[in-house]
């Protein structure tokens, strides 16, 4: 129920209720964006879950996370 | 895929496993609830579980919205679609979970017109296809799902589609958690907190169990190497004596969560005073209902609901599993007279359902 999966936007359709067309996995999908808190643009990923983007995911926290595990991996315990 | 593959990496894997192993090194016992079903799948779908210590135990919690609703939901619903040619529309998941007269797909081969969804958004199209009809939308999940179910009533209000209702079972994480707690024969040392109702309720709703309660909370996504950099942060937490909120799934979650759905949320919906959980047993506050000025909407205020309350099939011991006082292989029934094609319980159902991913992983 909660599984959401990542997908990259690759047009917004303005109107009323705005949605995006969304590469997810080679597959393109309309989604909704009305559960995004802030207005997301075409070449974002967001997290899909039930039709809806719920998420836009932070590319450069991605980056910092990897860092940050590779850096742990070195640390003497 | 991007931010997958790069969170399945193997060598990274290898290396936050020894990390783990380090942390654990002491040989103290830990024992993490992993709260969503997600996390449960995930682990076994992996094999993390292998690259655990033997004293680093993962304990299942209640995070699979299917596993903790009372039989006697499902038979409400049923029961008022087919009285009433309602069409019944739900998730996918719902469709083979057994009611104790049967599950959504056993009455659609009785003549009930039961429809799978994929989004909230589709079963009010189906609304605006069928005018004749009433469509009614069996709602489940926590915080993630509940701010699409909540858009989806705005949008019905907006349009006026009048034959669609919404049977809201959408429940709340964190009266869950407190229960859990609460439970004296659980005993929980840290959580592996739950990544995407994270990503809308934020992290602060978890500060009280950190600081009052004093166990520590990673917040985790679902790949494996975030699911392993979260067990470690906790038990690092552990080591160290801290017990504080902590975000490893920072691509995602953010601190003050997602203001918008929560803000869809709180129009439609408020906190019911109480509500049943399958092996919990009835949690104050824990559950959200319709509000009134969406009456017109809710299928509880426009139909009569019959309020089944069934006794669990008495031998499956859904409710201990669920509370992670038992493992599934120790229930009775698990992989004889419970299985996924015939199941007893909803836990052997749900794509997060601990006994599910138990059966389809443990015993290849």
């Known amino acids: 129920m909660c599984l959401a999966i990542p997908g990259q936007i690759l047009e917004v359709i303005p109107g009323p209720h705005p949605l995006a067309l969304v590469d997810v996995s080679g597959v393109r999908r309309k989604v909704e964006l009305a559960l995004l808190d802030d207005p997301a643009a075409a070449g974002e990923w967001v997290l899909i879950h039930a039709g809806f983007a719920m998420t836009r995911i932070s590319e450069q926290a991605a980056m910092e996370q990897l860092r940050l595990l590779t850096m742990m991996g070195e640390e003497p315990a | ?364």
């Open chain 2, 1 to 364: 895929m991007k931010f997958v593959d790069e969170f399945r990496d193997a060598g990274a894997i290898k290396q936050t496993a020894a990390q783990i192993r380090r942390l654990a090194g002491s040989g103290r016992h830990y024992r993490l609830m992993e709260v969503c079903g997600g996390h449960t799948h995930a682990i076994y779908r992996f094999g993390l579980k292998d690259l655990l210590p033997e004293n680093v135990e993962m304990i299942h919690g209640p995070g699979c919205p299917v596993c903790v609703l009372p039989m006697g939901r499902i038979d409400d619903g049923l029961a008022i679609a087919a009285g009433g040619d309602i069409i019944f529309a739900a998730f996918g998941d719902m469709m083979r979970v057994p009611g104790a007269q049967g599950s959504p797909l056993q009455h659609k081969a009785r003549g009930v017109d039961i429809r799978i969804v994929y989004s909230p958004m589709d079963a009010l199209k189906l609304a605006e296809a069928n005018p004749a009809r009433h469509v009614m939308f069996f709602a489940i999940g926590f915080e993630t799902t509940a701010p699409s179910t909540a858009l989806t009533l705005l949008r019905a209000r907006e349009s006026g589609i009048a034959n669609f209702s919404v049977f809201s079972n959408h429940v709340t994480i964190i009266p869950a958690i407190r229960a859990i707690l609460d439970s004296p024969d659980i005993r929980i040392d840290a959580f592996v907190g739950p990544g995407h109702v994270s990503s809308v309720i934020g992290c602060r709703p978890y500060i009280p169990i950190a600081r009052d309660e004093g166990k520590p909370v990673a917040i985790s996504g679902f790949e494996p190497l975030d699911i392993l950099q979260s067990i470690a942060m906790a038990l690092r937490q552990l080591n160290e004596g801290r017990a504080e909120v902590e975000n490893q799934y920072t691509r995602v979650v953010r601190w003050e969560g997602n203001a918008a759905a929560l803000g869809v949320m709180d129009q439609v919906f408020e906190s019911r005073p109480a509500f049943e959980w399958r092996g919990l047993g009835s949690i104050a506050h824990s559950a959200l209902r319709i509000r009134r000025e969406f009456a017109a909407w809710d299928a509880e205020q426009r139909f009569a609901v019959p309020g089944l309350r069934v006794l669990e099939p008495e031998a499956a011991q859904c409710g201990d599993v669920l509370r992670g006082v038992r493992k599934p292989p120790q229930c009775r029934l698990f992989g004889n007279e419970c299985t996924p094609e015939r199941p007893v319980g909803a836990l052997m159902v749900s794509s997060e359902g601990a006994c599910a991913a138990y059966h389809k992983y443990q015993q290849v």
